[in-house]
């Protein structure tokens, strides 16, 4: 680790506030200390509300236009900032080229919100009850303090991606990035904070649910969340019992359907970043993939050719396809997923085992087939580089295999036709689905919204629904000239016949 990375972890380190006992992280390709962290105590959880709700009322009273004028200048501190891209790769071990992306992510975001955020939030005139004497106004109010748990795997997108919308739209945030990856939040809140958000807005704890857990849930009044089901099933019943809200964005084991007529040579590139892109620990990468009958022989020797040409490695180069797996216990389930379909009678045609020489937890983009219900990897999510290749032989079965699953997050159809692929994607139980495309499409797209359905979470990120998920509605209505009580000499049962004869020229008149 160079002496400059040393020098810009130590100094984000010491941005944590917190007074419990001291962690380390490490650094995924050597296994070396990254950093050391303080962690929070319930007590640090306690305060961080208790700031973060003290700036919040200020920052509300300003106009949304006023409070996205940081978010359009953190664009340009973001795009190209090398620093950046080196912490998250320090922290998460991915290639350079993920991490470039992370940047250019939060840089969309952050500019598609600053420019359209005050849009979203803008109060909205509804049909009255009355025609003319009744007015209605729909307005937006934020939440008060969202608290934001954000993963490893993604920590700018899925840190910061979330922390802006929720900001520009009134809120002030708690945020408790994933430990290992806290450093990249610290880095993402120091350069918004130079772009002009009020610095109390933005508080970062760090530690592990079972010490600052029910703190965390308990001063929230909102809840975001990125992570496993069974987490985000246990966050639920918690914001359920506080009848606050939650945004949840979970597991996934997503299908690839590749078409009889699809253009193989694209497919096969499409197919292989998506399934080993961030070593295959992207929420939305591709687990299962479905090939047509009459092009599979081909498709998959393409697949798996273009699959060993893979190269791993780490550093601050372009030279290597991805990097190392982040976690130790990423890099076993990885390993026990393999060794358990090996051993079950699934073929591995590519990868298949662990590069210790390069790096603790580097392991191979690994293709299997002949995968069985029996087999964990057949419906477990893996979250690593690999991927297990089916056949199909029509549309109704392919949809039928990609809506065999818990999950819904993302799906991709491959085909010359995208009419046909848009049929079958309107009939793919997932949240987000690609024609042609294995996750980008969808995804980078800022103004669609994305999330997952089943098992696979709630609520959505981007688009107009990722900022107002961070609003309550209000309605004003005020009334005109004449009331609901019978004006003066008018009996009720007169005011009754008017009211009547009112509603059936409504109808006619075509009056909402």
């Known amino acids: 680790m160079s002496t400059p990375l040393q020098a810009l972890t130590t100094r984000l380190a010491a941005q944590l506030s917190g007074t419990g006992p001291e962690t380390t992280t490490l650094h995924p390709p050597t296994g070396t200390v990254l950093a050391t962290l303080r962690q929070s105590t319930a007590a640090d959880v306690d305060h961080a509300y208790d700031r973060a709700r003290q700036s919040q009322r200020a920052w509300a009273a300003l106009s949304p236009k006023e409070r996205a004028k940081p978010f359009l200048a953190l664009h340009d501190l973001v795009v190209g900032n090398a620093e950046l891209i080196e912490v998250v790769q320090a922290e998460t071990g991915k290639s350079r080229n993920s991490a470039l992306e992370e940047t250019l992510d939060i840089a969309g975001v952050a500019l598609y919100y600053g420019r359209h955020g005050a849009e979203f939030l803008a109060s909205r005139k509804r049909a009255g009850a009355i025609p003319v004497a009744t007015q209605v106004r729909e307005l937006r109010q934020p939440k008060g303090v ?28 708690v945020h ?78 997503n299908p690839m359907l590749i ?13 292989v970043r998506a399934c080993f892109s961030t070593t295959g620990q992207l929420c939305l990468s591709t687990e299962r993939l479905y090939v047509a009958d009459s092009i599979y022989d081909k498709f998959i020797a393409e697949f798996v050719t273009h699959t060993q040409q893979l190269t791993l490695g780490s550093g601050p180069g372009f030279d290597y396809d991805i990097g190392t797996l982040s976690l130790a216990r990423q890099f076993a389930r990885v390993s026990e997923h393999v060794d358990d379909a090996r051993a079950k ?55 039928a295999l990609a809506n065999d699953s818990e999950y819904g997050l993302n799906a991709s159809i491959w085909t010359k036709d995208v009419a046909r692929g848009r049929c079958l994607a309107s009939r793919i139980q ?70 009547v004869a009112m509603y059936k020229l409504m109808k006619r008149l075509r009056i909402k």
């Not at 477990?380 to 549309?395: C, I, K, L, N, Q």
């Not at 997932?430 to 995804?443: D, W």
């Not at 609520?459 to 509605?473: A, S």
């Open 430 to 499: 997932c949240g987000t689905v690609n024609i042609n495309e294995g996750y980008g499409s969808a995804y980078a797209s800022n103004d669609a919204p994305m999330g997952g359905m089943k098992a696979s979470g709630q609520g959505r990120r981007h688009g107009e629904h990722g900022i107002l998920e961070y609003t309550e509605l209000q309605t004003v209505g005020s009334q005109h000239f004449i009331g609901f009580d019978p004006p003066p000499g008018v009996s009720v049962e007169l005011n009754s016949r008017i009211l």
């Open 176 to 253: 408790k990035p994933d430990t290992q990856t806290a450093l990249t939040a610290l880095f993402a809140r120091e350069l918004l904070v130079k772009a002009g958000l009020p610095a109390e807005l933005w508080q970062i704890v760090i530690g592990e649910p079972a010490d600052i857990g029910d703190e965390f849930i308990a001063g929230a009044d909102h809840i975001c969340f990125t992570g496993s089901t069974d987490a985000g099933r246990r966050i639920a019943q918690q914001a359920a019992a506080r009848l606050i809200g939650c945004t949840l964005e979970l597991g996934g084991k």
């Open 259 to 271: 078409l009889d007529d699809a253009q193989i040579e694209k497919a096969v590139k499409g197919a």
């Open 345 to 399: 009678g699934a073929a591995v045609l590519a990868g298949g085992r662990a590069r210790t020489e390069l790096g603790p937890w580097f392991y191979e983009p690994t293709v299997l087939t002949e995968v069985t219900p029996e087999m964990t990897v057949y419906r477990a999510e893996t979250f690593g580089p690999v991927v297990s290749v089916y056949r199909f032989h029509d549309d109704d079965e392919a949809v």
């Open 146 to 173: 969202v608290g934001i748990i954000s993963p490893w795997n993604y920590p700018l997108s899925l840190g910061a991606g979330d922390a802006i919308p929720a900001l520009l739209a009134g809120n002030a945030v």
